[in-house]
């Protein structure tokens, strides 16, 4: 038996959330047996775990967790094989199968990748979808011409877990960051990460008056959407990417097209969820070069199993900075 975050309904329909013993037998059929050692918390994860399950969860019990780092415990893969390091990220994990918030884990094999040399399960975790989201759109802006680009970098959401880890990567490279926040309190963490300039959130946030206004900024990693990205692509420099990564500020667009006929704006959208095997490979790779470990360890807020009810409901109302990493084990 091993411990596990199980979601479930009364016979009133009310969702709740607690940590329970489980065996074996009731994690679903797979090739491969995880023995899970740290996850995340994403908004995802707080969806999953707020009262109608956020749209996200179909069936219940369910355990949330959209990602997970550990040990191969069990495969019927010959690509994996007992003892092996493995990270997961994506392919609807924690959503529509179990996910990290237990102690073991049966997925696919497919949805593996190997922990990269020179990352630990922890650190892995401290990255997590949030920081790989964040590297692929790195990653991107660079495959459109960002080193070529002369500017500063935007980065909505900063304090978010896209937004740091985009934060303290673009930083490393060289490039000038503006980080955007709407909580005074985050600029100095933000400051820490590598961001040489702050933005503040209602600069953004107001009404937008006309589709283009100065060129600004030579690339952007925007973690929010809604009109905020649409008043980031009036600001941008001719031939320059925005990756965009998020909906928290809705999945609306109220732009024209004006930005990309008259700027050549590129709307570079990034998901996670379904990377191809050689893309995640290469970000997790290029994380462990391109992303500092004094920043990530600074971005990183424990927790455990019994934290998540209170830690989903926060990260729902913005109220999470940086990266929370659980101990499933703790």
Same mark, same amino acid.
């Given at each position: ?33 995880v ?6 918390v ?9 009262p ?11 355990v ?30 924690g ?14 094999a497919?949805w ?6 020179g ?14 989201t ?8 660079e ?39 709407g ?5 100095d ?35 929010v ?15 320059c ?12 667009l ?50 455990? &199993? ?8 926060d990260? &729902? ?7 929370v ?5 703790g």
């Open positions: 038996m091993f411990n596990a975050l199980i979601v479930d309904k009364d016979e009133d329909g009310k969702t709740h959330a607690g940590v329970k013993q489980i065996g074996l037998d009731d994690l679903p059929q797979a090739d491969v047996t023995a899970v050692e740290y996850s995340t994403n908004y995802k994860d707080g969806l999953c775990l707020s109608n399950g956020g749209g996200l969860v179909r069936h219940y019990p369910h949330p967790g959209i990602d997970f780092a550990g040990t191969v415990e069990t495969s019927d893969d010959d690509r994996y094989k007992p003892g092996d390091k493995v990270v997961l990220t994506g392919w609807r994990v959503e529509a199968h179990w996910g990290g918030y237990s102690q073991k884990a049966r997925v696919k497919d593996l990748v190997p922990l990269p040399e990352l630990s399960p922890k650190q892995a975790m401290a990255v997590g979808t949030a920081g790989l964040a590297m692929l759109s790195v990653m991107a802006l495959d459109h011409g960002l080193r070529d680009k002369h500017g500063p970098v935007l980065v909505t959401g900063a304090a978010g877990g896209v937004g740091s880890v985009a934060t303290a990567i673009l930083a490393h490279l060289g490039y000038e960051v503006a980080g955007v926040t909580r005074p309190e985050t600029e963490y933000l400051r820490g990460l590598g961001a040489s300039q702050i933005v503040a959130r209602a600069e953004l946030a107001e009404a937008i008056k006309r589709p283009m206004e100065s060129e600004t900024w030579a690339g952007c990693v925007d973690a959407g809604g009109e905020m990205l649409a008043r980031v692509l009036g600001q941008m420099k001719y031939g990417s925005v990756a965009a990564v998020g909906l928290a500020g809705g999945a609306a109220p732009t024209t097209v004006i930005p990309f006929l008259l700027r050549g704006v590129n709307l570079l959208g990034i998901d996670s969820v379904m990377q191809p095997y050689e893309n995640r490979l290469r970000a997790w790779n290029r994380v462990v070069t391109d992303l500092p470990m004094d920043k990530l360890e600074a971005m990183v807020q424990p927790a455990t &199993l019994a934290d998540l009810p209170k830690l989903g409901a990260i &729902l109302k913005g109220q999470v900075k940086g990266r990493v659980v101990d499933v084990n």
